[in-house]
């Protein structure tokens, strides 16, 4: 009869408990699925709230026909050219924020990481707030280079309504007109306004979750509790964002609604538009922007956290205390 030494068990137990573990994930295959799940969460999101922002964008453009607010905008666009206007630019908006989700949380999880990796996870962990705004940051000029173009058609289709059929025909017809420069005359402005907005973003929803971890238990919560974290934390992250970017927004409202005189640089344009708004004119549509934002960035936050669960995405590496 044979006997197993205490060395043996302990050996066994180790193995079984490893192998009843979910296998981690590589780095391409952790994350690509980050990117999927920013991809699908962002393209939902910003493609369900069209109608908000093709009202949103109509006061900025012309505040002295839309002066009714967010429900009076919408009863405006309506009855003068039709409910399917509501829904103008939907394509690019879809498309853009597919692209650009993919490179916003896939970006940031991975600049994340190699932030810590560069620094160590102590003094990762103690200057973590730093961690967030540089991985979001760096994530968000790499997504705007991809969101530009789609977002400069989706303006030009909301800002002129018979400029083109959709996504296919104005990209084509700006490329042709204007040629590809016109795609990024705005991307100083994105950059001005996508950058701190999702610097707001990120650095507020985490810092909202942590609080709320501290106090409660993330182990022992339900699947449905952890979206509703997430829900709330996204919320509040979204109505930071919309105060901080909101003046940018504007400005790229006004710059891809029409093309540039002949010889006007981009930084003259911003200038002179920048005069002519002030600022109290550089918050026209806030309200519409905060209900678009606030919402969009929680239900963002939700569906990516879901969405990591599905597809297994748990090698992350977490610095909140």
């Known amino acids: 009869m044979s006997t197993s030494s205490p060395s043996d068990a302990l050996k066994q137990a180790k193995e079984a408990a490893q192998a009843s573990e979910p296998k981690q994930l590589s780095s ?6 980050f990117a999927f799940a920013g991809a699908v969460c962002c393209s939902i999101t910003h493609g369900g709230f069209t109608p908000v922002d093709v009202v949103k964008t109509r006061i ?19 009855a003068k050219e039709g409910f399917g206007a509501v829904w103008t630019g939907v394509g ?13 949380f896939g970006g940031y999880e991975f600049f994340k990481q190699q932030t810590i990796g560069l620094v160590g996870y102590e003094n990762a962990k103690n200057n973590r707030t730093a961690v967030y705004l540089t991985s979001s940051a760096l994530a968000e000029f790499f997504a705007d280079i991809a969101l530009c173009p789609l977002e400069a058609t989706r303006i030009r289709l909301v800002s002129q309504p ?17 040629g590809l420069g016109a795609f990024y005359s705005g991307f100083g402005p994105i950059l001005f306004k996508q950058v701190p907005y999702t610097m707001a973003k990120f650095v507020v929803y985490e810092k909202v979750a942590e609080a709320i971890y501290r106090r409660y238990d993330k182990s022992q919560m339900s ?9 709330g934390s996204g919320l509040i992250a979204g109505f930071a964002a919309a105060i901080v970017s909101q003046p940018a927004d504007t400005m790229l409202s006004k710059i891809n609604k029409t093309k540039a005189a002949p010889g006007e640089g981009t930084i003259s344009r911003l200038a002179k538009i920048g005069k002519e708004l002030g600022l109290r004119g550089s918050y026209g549509g806030i309200g519409a922007r905060l209900f678009m934002v606030g919402g969009l960035t929680a239900g963002q936050f939700a569906i ?14 977490e610095i909140a205390k």
């Not at 690019?92 to 916003?104: D, E, H, I, R, S």
């Not at 959709?166 to 084509?172: H, P």
């Not at 699947?223 to 829900?231: A, F, H």
């Open 60 to 78: 900025q453009l012309d505040p002295q026909t839309y002066n009714r607010g967010l429900i009076g905008g919408f009863r405006q666009v309506i």
């Open 28 to 33: 391409v295959g952790l994350y690509s699925r």
């Open 92 to 104: 690019p908006t879809f498309a853009g924020y597919f692209l650009q989700g993919a490179f916003k």
């Open 223 to 231: 699947n449905g509790t952890q979206t509703g974290v997430n829900l």
């Open 162 to 178: 018979d400029f083109a059929t959709g996504l296919l025909s104005g990209f084509s017809k700006i490329a042709k007109q204007e």
């Open 304 to 317: 990516y956290g879901d969405i990591k669960k599905a597809l297994g995405a748990t090698g992350g590496v």
